[in-house]
Nanobody
Framework: QVQLVESGGGLVQAGGSLRLSCQAS????????MGWYRQVPGKQREMVAD???????DYASSVKGRFTISRDYAKNTMYLQMNGLKPEDTAVYYC?????????WGQGTQVTVSS
């Protein structure tokens, strides 16, 4: 069992930056893939970015070139650096990982981008 706790969300103007953190209660080295998702009311949760244990990354086309995902194994933390934020990035952001068929989600952190 692992707990994931997000932090770093907030209100920012368009063009600004935020860095989200996802602190795990245990070692993250066991997880092959970790990722960030986001959700707005009335819409499905969508993948924003993910990263493998080996460091390979994948991004949604809408954030490519603006967001950077990373993992710090010493701190058992995953990050999402978000630059050039747009109002359409407004959402609740969740971190996610899985162990076999068991999925783990954080509680989410709100990101609001004003125009």
């Amino acid at each position: 069992q692992v707990q994931l706790v997000e932090s770093g969300g907030g209100l920012v103007q368009a063009g600004g930056s935020l860095r989200l953190s996802c602190q795990a209660s245990g070692s993250i080295s066991s997880f092959e893939i970790m990722g960030w998702y986001r959700q707005v009311p009335g819409k499905q949760r969508e993948m924003v970015a993910d990263i493998t244990r080996g460091g390979s990354t994948d991004y949604a086309s809408s954030v490519k070139g603006r967001f950077t995902i990373s993992r710090d194994y010493a701190k058992n933390t995953m990050y999402l650096q978000m630059n050039g934020l747009k109002p359409e990035d407004t959402a609740v952001y969740y971190c996610h990982t899985a162990w076999g068929r068991i999925e783990y989600w954080g509680q989410g952190t709100q990101v609001t981008v004003s125009s």
